[in-house]
């Protein structure tokens, strides 16, 4: 019924179950070289950038609210407070938990629907179509593979493979 949901809300939650994953790990890595797990999530790719805690607090609002907006759902609250690992692999699951809430029916019309976002400086205006294609899914690869980088920058034995997880194929 909508290429729009198969081209966000399946992919949303594949990409956030391998940044859980990503970030397990570097929760195992500060753990087994006994370092506090903080500096990882507050390490950044460059001083104006943001944290670890923050990419992941991004990537998570841009498929909420990406997946909320294009249907005309309400996207459930969640503070950006989370200073653990634990906490931001939970908010993860909170986010997948919506995710798997959003019918593919909620779709209908949303290629053409219109979605206005509220920035600092400007309030955009966009198609569904647009909006999801061109501005959510850049910017949630963006957020999650900047978190993926953050912690291969700060020795977390991370691959191609970690970031991609399992990649549904035909054979």
């Not at 407070?81 to 909170?94: S, V």
Request: aromatic share 10%; net charge neutral.
């Amino acid at each position: 019924m909508s290429d729009l949901y198969d081209a966000s809300v399946p992919v949303f939650d594949a990409m956030l179950k391998n940044l859980s994953a990503l970030l397990a790990k570097g929760a195992a890595h500060a753990a087994a070289r006994g370092f506090d797990p903080a500096v990882l999530l507050n390490a950044r790719l460059a001083p104006d950038m943001f944290p670890l805690v923050k990419q992941v607090q991004i990537a998570t609002d841009a498929a909420k609210f990406g997946a909320a907006r294009v249907t005309g759902l309400q996207a459930p609250p969640t503070p950006d407070d989370e200073t653990t690992f634990e906490q931001l692999i939970a908010r993860i699951e909170g986010v997948r938990a919506f995710l798997a809430t959003v019918p593919r029916e909620a779709f209908a019309g949303a290629d053409d629907r219109r979605v206005e976002i509220k920035l600092r400086t400007r309030s955009p205006v966009f198609e569904g179509r647009t909006y999801v294609l061109h501005w959510v899914l850049p910017n949630f690869y963006f957020h999650v593979v900047t978190a993926y980088a953050l912690l291969r920058h700060n020795g977390v034995e991370l691959g191609k493979n970690d970031y991609l997880g399992p990649v549904p194929t035909l054979a």
